[in-house]
């Protein structure tokens, strides 16, 4: 127990001093000291794992590693540390306060693998339950199944003591639904074809002017960490894409799409349009490309490189014929390598996209690799 906090004390030293003041890194020795296994653990996130916090000293990739180099079971610490985004009601993307629905209600998708273990679970539009990574979780341990969806999955969790609220927009989304609303419907209805394309051509306003960040407009956070055993774990949890159809679920919750996990070979998760994800598998095509012998980095853009072939409709391709959309991938092997992998190098015009990492060092953004230059516009 007193060998806990010590090491959770020399995580707290390291982000803040450590590394700055030059001096060598306690938390390297600690973890030497802590890798039996001869893997260096490690944390990966989109970037939202670094930025958000909730009021809290710790961002979600630090958390998990804490828990994870302090033998904690590597899935529930990486719960632990997407709880803090789900709860956060600053990240508009995730959990209380994500984005709702085109009816403004807030639907949420996620899922969880075990890899140890050879378990997943996942719940798909639910509603009401500011952290769906625990109700995936309860799927994987309380039921034969891998999915439950809607009322159901609402039902189920209120049954496993989760408490359901009515609603799980923040006043911030609710305003922003409501602007996204009244561009979209000024007479109700238009024809299912106009109003789709309506609806995104409303959120691409909006974030063109400044209203919403692109990556709010997407947005979730996947995390996947390793521990000195080998051992590989990985969650993705989601308001999915912002006021989409109601009852729309996105890669997240789906195995192979939003998350695969294969406790042998790696893991991978995804951020970005969930629709390119599920349609090519990708998470699961990555582990497989990592079982055959691929490094995270050209696993990822083997992925990247079937969903640009894949893309060929024209209304998701910009003008130079490219996909219009951003994916992004986060990737662990086996033995602990690791990297963030994405369709562009840009967000938007100069703002490279980055992902969180957490090693011994302690937390960073790190430079993700890109199939393609420049952004998705
Ligand atoms: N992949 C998520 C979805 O399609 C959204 C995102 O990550 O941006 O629901």
């Given at each position: 127990?007193?060998?806990k906090?010590d090491?959770?004390?020399?995580?707290?030293?390291?982000?803040?001093?450590?590394?700055?003041s030059?001096i060598?890194?306690?938390?390297?020795?600690?973890?030497?000291?802590i890798?039996k296994?001869?893997?260096?653990?490690?944390?990966?996130?989109s970037?939202?794992?670094?930025t958000?916090?909730?009021?809290?000293?710790f961002?979600?990739?630090?958390?998990?590693?804490?828990k994870i180099?302090?033998?904690?079971?590597v899935?529930?610490?990486?719960?632990?540390?997407?709880?803090?985004?789900?709860l956060?009601?600053?990240?508009?993307?995730?959990?209380?306060g994500g984005?709702?629905?085109?009816?403004?209600i807030?639907?949420?998708?996620?899922?969880?693998?075990?890899?140890?273990?050879?378990?997943?679970?996942?719940?798909?539009?639910?509603?009401g339950?500011?952290?769906?990574?625990?109700?995936?979780?309860?799927?994987?341990?309380n039921?034969?199944?891998h999915?439950?969806?809607?009322k159901?999955?609402?039902?189920?969790?209120?049954?496993?003591?989760?408490?359901?609220?009515?609603?799980?927009?923040?006043?911030?989304s609710?305003?922003?639904?409501?602007?996204?609303?009244r561009?979209i419907?000024?007479?109700?209805y238009?024809?299912?074809?106009?109003?789709?394309?309506?609806?995104?051509?409303?959120?691409?306003?909006?974030?063109?002017?400044?209203?919403?960040?692109?990556?709010e407009?997407?947005?979730?956070i996947n995390c996947?960490?390793?521990?000195?055993?080998?051992?590989?774990?990985g969650?993705?949890?989601?308001s999915?894409?912002?006021w989409?159809?109601?009852?729309?679920?996105?890669?997240?919750?789906?195995?192979?799409?939003g998350?695969?996990?294969?406790?042998e070979?790696?893991?991978?998760?995804?951020?970005?349009?969930?629709e390119?994800?599920?349609?090519?598998?990708?998470?699961?095509?990555?582990?497989?490309?990592?079982?055959?012998?691929?490094?995270?980095?050209?696993?990822?853009?083997?992925?990247?490189?079937?969903?640009?072939?894949n893309?060929?409709?024209?209304?998701?391709?910009?003008?130079?014929?490219?996909?219009?959309?951003?994916?992004?991938?986060?990737?662990?092997?086996?033995?602990?390598?690791?990297?963030?992998?994405?369709?562009?190098?840009e967000?938007?015009?100069?703002?490279?996209f980055?992902?969180a990492?957490?090693?011994?060092?302690?937390?960073t953004?790190?430079?993700?690799?890109?199939?393609?230059?420049?952004?998705?516009?």
């Amino acid at each position: 127990m007193k060998n806990k906090i010590d090491r959770r004390k020399f995580l707290i030293g390291t982000s803040a001093i450590g590394l700055a003041s030059g001096i060598a890194n306690p938390l390297q020795a600690q973890t030497r000291k802590i890798i039996k296994g001869g893997i260096k653990p490690v944390v990966v996130a989109s970037d939202n794992g670094y930025t958000m916090k909730n009021g809290g000293k710790f961002n979600c990739v630090e958390t998990a590693f804490n828990k994870i180099i302090n033998d904690d079971d590597v899935l529930d610490a990486l719960i632990e540390g997407v709880n803090i985004v789900e709860l956060d009601p600053l990240d508009a993307s995730v959990g209380y306060g994500g984005r709702p629905n085109a009816e403004g209600i807030v639907q949420l998708d996620a899922c969880c693998m075990h890899g140890p273990k050879k378990q997943a679970g996942g719940v798909g539009a639910l509603e009401g339950i500011r952290t769906p990574s625990l109700v995936a979780k309860a799927v994987m341990e309380n039921t034969d199944h891998h999915l439950l969806v809607g009322k159901g999955a609402q039902d189920f969790a209120k049954n496993m003591g989760f408490k359901v609220e009515d609603d799980l927009n923040t006043e911030s989304s609710r305003e922003m639904w409501l602007d996204w609303k009244r561009r979209i419907d000024p007479k109700h209805y238009l024809d299912p074809q106009k109003r789709d394309l309506a609806g995104r051509n409303a959120a691409m306003e909006m974030i063109n002017e400044g209203l919403i960040p692109k990556n709010e407009y997407y947005g979730t956070i996947n995390c996947n960490g390793i521990n000195t055993n080998g051992d590989l774990c990985g969650v993705t949890t989601t308001s999915g894409i912002a006021w989409k159809m109601p009852s729309r679920v996105g890669d997240s919750p789906i195995l192979g799409a939003g998350l695969y996990v294969d406790g042998e070979h790696g893991a991978a998760g995804s951020t970005g349009r969930g629709e390119a994800n599920i349609f090519n598998l990708c998470s699961y095509l990555i582990v497989e490309e990592m079982r055959n012998g691929a490094h995270p980095i050209d696993a990822g853009m083997t992925a990247l490189k079937r969903i640009k072939e894949n893309t060929i409709e024209k209304r998701l391709l910009n003008s130079r014929n490219q996909p219009n959309f951003d994916v992004i991938f986060y990737i662990i092997d086996k033995t602990g390598r690791y990297a963030g992998v994405s369709l562009y190098a840009e967000t938007s015009k100069d703002k490279p996209f980055q992902y969180a990492v957490c090693t011994e060092n302690g937390s960073t953004l790190s430079k993700i690799e890109p199939l393609l230059e420049g952004n998705s516009a």
